[in-house]
């Protein structure tokens, strides 16, 4: 048995995206004992995933924090191979700090490098494939997501709609205005559907201007963890968002999702995308305020 270490730190939606590489790596080492290294934040819901046996808290320890860099020198030790998933900058420099095991990822010296020069040109399903095959891997099974979908813990009639009104707080940009969430609730509502708000508590302000001119709204802003997302977003009809986390939790399992982009962010490379990579429907505008309420009602009502 080979001692094997895969690591994602994050963000949500690039976690969600490794769902296929996990399950691949799980495929190509069912006898290995599997460890996953990530941040604090998706723990739980990795310790509840079928493809690891163990799971590591990076704590992300800064440069000048001499004990921290022990401890994760620590944690980084004994492997016989580590794909990084991540690649980052950050998670390249554990190269050296695992001591140079095998590797697979964008370490200088590593020996299984993601060699395409274009590799920043790709979408992260494209590119962790395409970097998971340069390491050996053929097989690549469709990831059993059944352990996600537990019942949610709020009851909400149906048909119900998810607005995703958030995103980053130091990216603006990327958010569609409130108001004009609002009015896209309103007309929801007025077709029999049920617009739902979620999203961090920092956000409940968004919700509060969406109810000012949709009272039927419900306002869930606060009220779920990662691990309540993905049943929720499976019983809903549709799901109509920013670039944000959530999305790609809404599109991995299989919910209809509109996905609204700035000048901010590249849908080609960040896009969530559904179960066998299917892609969702998303709308562009150089400035999202520009983008009118009335096209993304148009795709949101398309049957």
């Known amino acids: 048995m080979k001692r094997i270490l895969v690591i994602r730190l994050g963000a949500l939606g690039d976690f969600f995206l490794s769902f296929g590489p996990f399950a691949a790596i799980r495929a190509r080492h069912a006898a290995d004992e599997i460890t996953l290294l990530t941040t604090a934040p998706f723990a739980a819901l990795a ?14 320890p800064a440069l000048f924090d001499i004990p921290g860099l022990l401890r994760l020198r620590r944690q980084l030790a004994g492997f016989d191979f580590v794909y990084d998933l991540q690649t980052s900058g950050r998670s390249s420099r554990y190269f050296v700090l695992a001591g140079r095991p095998g590797w697979s990822g964008i370490a200088p010296g590593c020996s299984h490098p993601h060699a395409n020069p274009r590799r920043d040109s790709m979408h992260t399903l494209e590119r962790q494939r395409e970097q998971l095959e340069m390491a050996g891997l053929t097989d690549f099974p469709p990831p059993d997501l059944a352990w996600l979908l537990h019942r949610p813990t709020v009851e909400l009639a149906r048909p119900y709609v998810l607005l995703v009104p958030g995103a980053a707080p130091t990216r603006p940009r ?6 004009h969430y609002g009015a896209l609730a309103a007309l929801l509502a007025g077709g029999g559907m049920l617009p739902v708000v979620i999203g961090s508590a920092g956000e409940g302000a968004l919700a509060a201007i969406i109810r000012t001119s949709c009272p039927a709204a419900i306002d869930l802003t606060g009220q779920t963890a990662i691990a309540d997302l993905p049943g929720l977003a499976a019983g809903a009809a549709l799901a109509v968002g920013n670039d944000t986390g959530p999305m790609h939790v809404a599109a991995a399992v299989g919910c209809r999702c509109v996905v609204l982009f700035s000048a901010d962010s590249d849908p080609a490379l960040t896009a969530p995308r559904g179960p066998g990579g299917g892609w969702p429907t998303v709308l562009r505008a150089e400035d999202l305020a520009d983008l009118p309420v009335a096209d993304v009602a148009a795709a949101a009502l398309l049957k």
Do not use: G, L, S
């Open 47 to 60: 310790r509840r995933a079928p493809w690891f046996d163990r799971v590591a808290v990076d704590a992300r």
């Open 174 to 179: 990327k958010r569609w205005p409130a108001e």
